[in-house]
């Protein structure tokens, strides 16, 4: 990315309602040529694979062979590529409803049948391609890519049980917790009735979730409690178990953090997705 590589990339493989995939080609002198990448990257599974998540491409049966390419999941792909190769690392989330209406209108584009190219371009889609010759016109481009803006973290020792509760170090199953650090959520706000799907509280607000043991848990964007020493910008989650935590917002991770917890066994590590303040409960320990 910081080199510009994926600036005039195309979009070369689109498949309707699972992914469409890019970072590998641009199109120079009318032809699809790749993008000269760095070695391959170890796999980093761990966030599903749901709906307006961006993922590592990879090759078949090979789970650390990932360089440039990525795709957008369309849907909810979890039980196929969760498990698949080793599971396709989420390294990003599209931000918010209107980025979706953007992925969706990309996903729309037809592609040609039959091919008028060879594989891997079999699955290319062309816009208002009417037969002939591509030209640039026809492709979907992906002009830019660059970091919007710093990436999140979370500050030391800045996970307690809620300030209400004390703000301890340790908490007990069943309790909430607080994460506290930079740039992890976009907003403030409690829950509203809509918020609510059949009597059940959200577990995702404004495209921030809350994820304990890879699993997704209420979720509340707040304020910080009176007391709590919390600067402009700075965010809460709530959450426990003892092992590692990261927060991951637009795309960025923090770096691993770890807290206590007051329990007879040790959870999986635990997994924050948000990017400002919020609040997870969670119910127990498996």
Known sequence: MNRGSFNNSIIHRSVPGFIFQGGGYQWLSNTPVAIPSDPAVRNEYGVSNTRGTLAMAKLGNDPNSATNQWFFNLGN????LNNQNGGFTVFGRVADAASLAVMDKIAAVPVPNPPIFNSPFDAMPLINFKGGTVTTANLVLVLSVTQLETPPSITANGIITAGSFGGFQSASPGSFIEIYGANLAGNTRGWATSDFTEGNAPTALDGVSVHSQWR????????????????????????????????????????????????GRTPRPAHFQSRRQAVCRRGSFE
């Open 216 to 263: 997704a848990r209420l979720c509340h964007l707040h304020q910080p409690h009176a007391g709590q020493r919390a600067d402009p910008g700075e965010r809460a989650d709530r959450r426990i178990g003892t092992g590692c935590c990261h927060v991951q917002g637009l795309g960025q991770h923090t770096g691993d953090a770890r807290h206590q917890a007051v329990c």
């Open 77 to 80: 792909n979890a039980s196929n």
